[in-house]
């Protein structure tokens, strides 16, 4: 038993230490990162979501990046597709990962079914923009596969209805390029 938890500790130790060099690496000025995320939710109104998001990053200075991003997100209640431009800083956590600060704006076209009695529906189409403001922590698994944990902020900047929530915790499963 001991030598399993021994063996276990010094694999995750192996594992943390292989991140941050990853890390120092990525987030050097002139390089890109590209990477595709995969997340589920759960709302008590809408039911199970899935989103879908794959992101291009440019770094203009070390730590900082620019790039854009579109995302399809499918539900019983709504389907909703956004695309627009993203900058975040990432500033390496010792052997853990990275911390980052983020900001993008998309412009989203979102269809959702509506049911304000039971037995009635119609549909609705949506089309403005929101605002999303995040702060996380992404721990790499492997090279190219990491966990994305974060707060953000959304604010709708036309259509209030676009925004069910102003805050959310997020759960990401990302692949690196």
Known sequence: MKQSVLIFI????????????????RIKSGNSLVNASLSLSYSTY???????????????????????????SKSKTFNKFEIGPSAHYYLPFTDLGVIYLGQTVSF?????????????????NLDGSISETSLGFIYMI????????????????????????????????????
């Open 46 to 72: 809408s039911g199970t979501s899935t989103y879908f998001s794959p992101r291009y990053q440019y770094f203009i200075l070390d730590g900082l990046a620019v790039g854009g991003f579109f995302g399809y």
């Open 142 to 177: 492997t090279d190219h596969f990491g966990l994305d944990f974060g707060l953000a902020y959304l604010k709708s900047l036309s259509e209030k209805r676009l925004v069910e929530s102003s805050s959310a915790v997020h759960l990401v499963f990302s692949v690196y390029f």
């Open 10 to 25: 010094f694999l995750l130790s192996f594992n943390l230490a292989q991140a941050n060099s990853m890390w120092d690496d």
């Open 108 to 124: 989203v076209n979102q269809s959702k079914q509506i049911d304000p009695v039971v037995g009635e529906s119609y549909d609705e």
